[in-house]
């Protein structure tokens, strides 16, 4: 329906013809589409493609909503996209794509999901393709000031809005579809243009219904619609409808769960043929238009079945992830943080608050802006120490720049096992976090957050803050399944403490130094075994209620501090190898874990490694050391290892 929509409508001629001339000219190279939900952005760029495909224009498209929001995953779906062995490096996937005499156009449709990759894109990706390939970045949000004030994209990037319809063209399509001209009216003084709303409304008459009343904004078009359009519905349509807006993706598995008494064949059919509703990759999508004030409206009149419908749809996503392959974590990871209602973690992964400022590496000539930061809010020591890490380790700080490109402010992270002796030398405050790892491998899955500094602002709340904490959970991604802990520091605790503990950071002071007559407060957060996954499944289970069996079965068997085993109330020493495999299997009862899966996720490689024993070589060291519990750890023969706890377990009381 919205596609019939769209292109019957004369107004994106225009758009079209512009688009064109872009992807078939010479300059600009990049160009921004803008459009609010519903306007039309997603048909407008099927239409682009269809009439330059025969122009021999070769069109790579990427929807940003399916693919991790890292440049590894990057490189790893435009791979896909054209054809070729999947890659996760960058030279290699941009020379692919550049391949010379043919003109590509490169499209990331729901750009907004990609604002972790902003920068990267503007600054290492999209500078690396070659002279034939142009690029369209399609968002319902503006452009990030950066590419304008940017001096290497002056010149090279445009931006355009799409608008609504005009009353004229909206009028003219309504009619041509069989609406009497005074409905046709009435119509579209509510949907006001807007091409989804249209839609609906055309809809909501064909089947009887009646549009009235009228939005004051052109965001509130398609809740009112959809509101509508809902009210006509029956009993069933409505609960299905429900539960699909509370999930990222609407699949059996989960409408069963929600909707036990519902064939989950049924609930489908109910949901395809609605139309705001669209299928995806995975599942079939509610318009986000439609989705947030659905589920506002289900949380505020019936919260017992709001709780419900989250409940279950969180124990199906939590048993998908432990069956997934690694491949398929990030869509696990994304249906979770979709079911999450922290908005500060929601916020990180998945922005929805626009932001003029954007964050990138420091460069050499950043070092005065970022030193007049220090010197307004540390003390002499702290300064000292944190010119040692400018020192050593310049790749580790990332500035925010506002919209006249200047430095509002600076993170400094690294990966613990990258630190050079010297910082740790003269930094206390590392030196303190170096003790609290038991063994210097365990560096290699540390995050250091040393320092994020606003230059306004100190270490108060500001969008500087802000944005260096939504730039970091790109590191996020890049780092897992190693990555395990996060340490950071603020000198005024109380600052972020509610937050920082809500997303399970907890206050670790003890033996941390006093530099400038201020103790530097750690927050040191653990995500557990399963890393990034792992942490966001138990944040989501505190919230709807779902105990953590894994957890508790780790925590038991294994003393995680120690690296030991614990049988029989005995501690008994473990390598690190044997920890990590121990460790991973025993997080994942009862599920056969392949050796490739293991050695990407302990030794950090995986088919490349396809003829080693070194997997074989551990188990079998742990199997005798759990002794006559050996049994728990199975041989899946052709596929790997299980383990299957044992009732006869005398595992030791926790304090």
């Known amino acids: 329906?919205?596609?019939?929509?769209?292109?019957?409508?004369?107004?994106?001629?225009?758009?079209?013809?512009?688009?064109?001339?872009?992807?078939?000219?010479?300059?600009?190279?990049?160009?921004?589409?803008?459009?609010?939900?519903?306007?039309?952005?997603?048909?407008?760029?099927?239409?682009?493609?269809?009439?330059?495909?025969?122009?021999?224009?070769?069109?790579?498209?990427?929807?940003?909503?399916?693919?991790?929001?890292?440049?590894?995953?990057?490189?790893?779906?435009?791979?896909?996209?054209?054809?070729?062995?999947?890659?996760?490096?960058?030279?290699?996937?941009?020379?692919?794509?550049s391949e010379a005499g043919k003109r590509t156009l490169l499209v990331f449709d729901s750009y907004e999901s990609f604002r972790l990759l902003d920068s990267w894109l503007r600054q290492a990706f999209l500078p690396s393709l070659g002279d034939s390939v142009r690029t369209v970045l399609s968002s319902r949000e503006a452009p990030r000031p950066a590419w304008r004030?940017?001096?290497?994209?002056?010149?090279?990037?445009?931006?355009?809005?799409?608008?609504?319809?005009?009353?004229?063209?909206?009028?003219?399509?309504?009619?041509?579809?069989?609406?009497?001209?005074g409905s046709a009216r009435e119509l579209n003084r509510v949907a006001r243009g807007h091409p989804l709303a249209l839609s609906l409304g055309l809809a909501l008459y064909s089947a009887g219904g009646q549009v009235r009343g009228s939005a004051t904004t052109r965001h509130e078009v398609l809740e009112q619609m959809a509101a509508l359009f809902l009210e006509g519905a029956d009993s069933e349509t409505k609960q299905v409808v429900q539960a699909a807006c509370l999930v990222r993706t609407a699949t059996a598995p989960l409408l069963a769960a929600m909707l036990p008494h519902i064939p989950a064949d049924e609930a489908l059919d109910r949901l395809r043929a609605l139309p705001f509703v669209s299928?995806?990759?995975?599942?079939?999508?509610?318009?986000?238009?439609?989705?947030?004030?659905?589920?506002?409206?289900?949380?505020?009149?019936?919260?017992?079945?709001?709780?419900?419908?989250?409940?279950?749809?969180?124990?199906?996503?939590?048993?998908?992830?432990?069956?997934?392959?690694?491949?398929?974590?990030?869509?696990?990871?994304?249906?979770?943080?979709?079911?999450?209602?922290?908005?500060?973690?929601?916020?990180?992964?998945?922005?929805?608050?626009?932001?003029?400022?954007?964050?990138?590496?420091?460069?050499?000539?950043?070092?005065?802006?970022?030193?007049?930061?220090?010197?307004?809010?540390?003390?002499?020591?702290?300064?000292?120490?944190?010119?040692?890490?400018?020192?050593?380790?310049?790749?580790?700080?990332?500035?925010?720049?506002?919209?006249?490109?200047?430095?509002?402010?600076?993170?400094?992270?690294?990966?613990?096992?990258?630190?050079?002796?010297?910082?740790?030398?003269?930094?206390?405050?590392?030196?303190?976090?170096?003790?609290?790892?038991?063994?210097?491998?365990?560096?290699?899955?540390?995050?250091?957050?040393?320092?994020?500094?606003?230059?306004?602002?100190?270490?108060?709340?500001?969008?500087?803050?802000?944005?260096?904490?939504?730039?970091?959970?790109?590191?996020?991604?890049e780092l897992r399944p190693r990555l395990r802990w996060i340490y950071t520091c603020y000198c005024d605790a109380e600052l972020y403490r509610q937050s920082f503990e809500q997303l399970g950071l907890r206050l670790a002071d003890e033996g941390r130094p006093v530099l400038d007559g201020l103790v530097q407060h750690t927050f040191r957060l653990d995500m557990g075994v399963d890393s990034v996954d792992g942490w966001l499944a138990n944040l989501l289970a505190q919230e709807v209620g779902m105990a953590t069996g894994e957890a508790t079965i780790t925590s038991t068997l294994l003393d995680e501090h120690a690296h030991e085993l614990v049988v029989n109330g005995i501690q008994i020493g473990l390598t690190s190898l044997e920890f990590?495999?121990?460790?991973?299997?025993?997080?994942?009862?009862?599920r056969a874990v392949s050796r490739y899966e293991l050695l990407e996720a302990v030794w950090g490689y995986g088919k490349q490694a396809s003829t080693s024993n070194v997997v074989e070589t551990v188990v079998r060291s742990v199997r005798q050391k759990l002794g006559v519990h050996r049994d728990a750890l199975e041989t899946v023969r052709g596929v790997g290892y299980k383990f299957r706890p044992k009732p006869d377990f005398t595992l030791p009381a926790r304090s």
């Open 1 to 97: 329906m919205e596609r019939r929509a769209v292109e019957a409508l004369a107004d994106r001629r225009a758009d079209l013809e512009r688009l064109s001339a872009f992807a078939l000219g010479d300059e600009p190279l990049v160009m921004h589409i803008q459009g609010i939900p519903g306007i039309g952005k997603t048909n407008l760029l099927n239409t682009l493609a269809a009439s330059i495909g025969g122009k021999g224009v070769f069109v790579v498209r990427v929807d940003a909503r399916w693919c991790e929001p890292s440049p590894v995953a990057l490189c790893r779906a435009i791979s896909r996209e054209i054809g070729v062995l999947e890659s996760e490096d960058l030279a290699v996937v941009a020379s692919r794509v």
């Open 149 to 181: 004030i940017d001096p290497a994209w002056r010149g090279f990037f445009d931006s355009m809005v799409l608008e609504t319809f005009s009353p004229e063209v909206a009028l003219e399509y309504l009619i041509s579809e069989g609406m009497p001209e």
């Open 279 to 477: 299928v995806g990759p995975h599942g079939l999508l509610v318009h986000d238009a439609v989705r947030a004030p659905v589920a506002a409206a289900l949380k505020s009149h019936d919260p017992g079945r709001y709780q419900a419908y989250r409940r279950a749809a969180s124990q199906v996503v939590r048993d998908q992830y432990k069956q997934a392959p690694r491949s398929d974590h990030w869509r696990c990871t994304a249906d979770v943080l979709y079911l999450l209602e922290n908005q500060n973690l929601r916020e990180g992964f998945f922005p929805t608050i626009e932001s003029a400022v954007s964050v990138e590496p420091a460069r050499d000539e950043d070092w005065t802006a970022i030193s007049a930061i220090i010197r307004k809010f540390d003390g002499a020591e702290s300064r000292r120490a944190l010119e040692q890490w400018w020192q050593y380790h310049r790749e580790s700080f990332f500035v925010v720049r506002d919209e006249d490109g200047g430095v509002q402010g600076f993170y400094q992270a690294i990966v613990a096992s990258k630190i050079h002796k010297n910082v740790l030398g003269r930094d206390p405050l590392a030196a303190s976090w170096a003790r609290d790892l038991p063994r210097a491998e365990d560096r290699a899955s540390a995050l250091w957050v040393r320092r994020t500094l606003d230059r306004d602002t100190g270490e108060e709340p500001s969008s500087g803050q802000a944005a260096c904490w939504l730039d970091i959970k790109r590191t996020y991604l």
């Open 580 to 590: 990590g495999v121990l460790a991973y299997l025993v997080a994942r009862p009862n």
